[in-house]
């Protein structure tokens, strides 16, 4: 295994991608992780952005139901062409069923334009990675959850981490790329990595409770650098079975974007 898909075929208008054991998530050996379709949906309609310069500025995915572990054929097409920015868009279909939708805001960008307004929170930046060892999976939970998706990651934890419910400061990196034989962008990999914020931050085990984000939403200030993404994430439950996760994103350089996800949350087994 060295990459999370390899190409099956491709032509002008699609192209289908056969999913590795990599892209497993943690509620079933059937169902993929959702960021791993997420980025792949992103590398495809980055095959799509202009190439005179800019970058993403918006991606909102739905998830419209389990994302089997199966072929994968990914759609793309322009909604809104434009010279500052074009809204792109892809289907996502397994089993002949569409299973996610992404779009994507793709923005110029000019050098210089408008003054530096960095968030707030780049002033306080997470220690270096280097300084912090690999997790290791040395605990129940941690290694329940050790297969897939999650093995496929390196994870530096701040504070927070699989034993200790609640907000989470990480540092994350994919040990291989999203798809064989090729270089993933830095913003396929914040991506890649997004998604899995609400289970970082998770309030509850996910022995006895699913919390399954419906949707990814991330706003991007500008293009991720190389190397490790930091993610800031914190969750939030209603009693009722809702449940929201807002993540901070950076780099070394600092915040470069944010992510929102909404959940659903109930005990494993619940009825309704």
Same mark, same amino acid.
Request: proline share 9%; with cysteine; aromatic share 8%.
């Given at each position: 295994?060295?990459?999370?898909?390899?190409?099956?075929? !491709?032509?002008? &208008?699609?192209?289908?991608?056969?999913?590795?054991?990599?892209?497993?998530?943690?509620?079933?050996?059937?169902?993929?992780?959702?960021?791993?379709?997420?980025?792949? $949906?992103?590398?495809?309609?980055?095959?799509?952005?202009?190439?005179?310069?800019?970058?993403?500025?918006?991606?909102?995915?739905?998830?419209?139901?389990?994302?089997?572990?199966?072929?994968?054929?990914?759609?793309?097409?322009?909604?809104?062409?434009?010279?500052?920015?074009?809204?792109?868009?892809?289907?996502?279909?397994? *089993?002949?069923?569409?299973?996610?939708?992404? !779009?994507?805001?793709?923005?110029?960008?000019?050098?210089?334009?408008?003054?530096?307004?960095?968030?707030?929170?780049?002033?306080?930046?997470?220690?270096?990675?280097?300084?912090?060892?690999?997790?290791? $999976? *040395?605990?129940?939970?941690?290694?329940?959850?050790?297969?897939?998706?999650?093995?496929?990651?390196?994870?530096?934890?701040?504070?927070?981490?699989?034993?200790?419910?609640?907000?989470?400061?990480?540092?994350?990196?994919?040990?291989?790329?999203?798809?064989?034989?090729?270089?993933?962008?830095?913003?396929?990999?914040?991506?890649?990595? $997004? *998604?899995?914020?609400?289970?970082?931050?998770? $309030?509850?085990?996910?022995?006895?409770?699913?919390?399954?984000?419906?949707?990814?939403?991330?706003?991007?200030?500008?293009?991720?650098?190389?190397?490790?993404?930091?993610?800031?994430?914190?969750?939030?439950?209603?009693?009722?079975?809702?449940?929201?996760?807002?993540?901070?994103?950076?780099?070394? *350089?600092?915040?470069?974007? #944010?992510?929102? &996800?909404?959940? #659903?949350?109930?005990?494993?087994?619940?009825?309704?």
């Amino acid at each position: 295994m060295s990459a999370f898909y390899e190409v099956i075929d !491709r032509t002008a &208008q699609e192209a289908t991608f056969d999913p590795t054991t990599a892209t497993q998530g943690p509620w079933s050996p059937d169902m993929q992780h959702g960021g791993a379709p997420s980025a792949l $949906a992103l590398h495809e309609l980055e095959r799509l952005a202009p190439e005179d310069g800019g970058h993403l500025a918006r991606l909102s995915v739905d998830f419209l139901g389990p994302v089997p572990m199966a072929p994968l054929t990914v759609r793309t097409r322009i909604v809104k062409p434009g010279k500052r920015a074009q809204l792109l868009a892809a289907e996502v279909v397994a *089993d002949g069923r569409p299973v996610l939708t992404a !779009r994507a805001w793709w923005r110029r960008q000019i050098p210089h334009l408008v003054p530096y307004v960095p968030d707030p929170a780049s002033a306080h930046p997470f220690p270096d990675p280097d300084s912090i060892k690999t997790h290791e $999976a *040395d605990d129940d939970l941690s290694r329940h959850l050790n297969h897939g998706w999650i093995a496929s990651m390196d994870f530096r934890y701040v504070s927070g981490g699989p034993a200790t419910p609640g907000p989470c400061q990480v540092w994350v990196r994919p040990r291989m790329p999203l798809v064989a034989d090729e270089s993933s962008s830095t913003t396929q990999t914040a991506v890649l990595i $997004a *998604d899995g914020a609400s289970g970082f931050s998770s $309030a509850l085990d996910f022995r006895t409770h699913l919390f399954s984000n419906l949707d990814l939403n991330l706003g991007f200030l500008r293009t991720p650098g190389d190397g490790w993404i930091s993610v800031d994430a914190n969750t939030s439950l209603d009693p009722a079975g809702g449940g929201t996760t807002m993540t901070r994103l950076g780099d070394r *350089d600092g915040v470069f974007g #944010y992510c929102m &996800q909404a959940l #659903y949350v109930e005990p494993h087994g619940a009825r309704g």
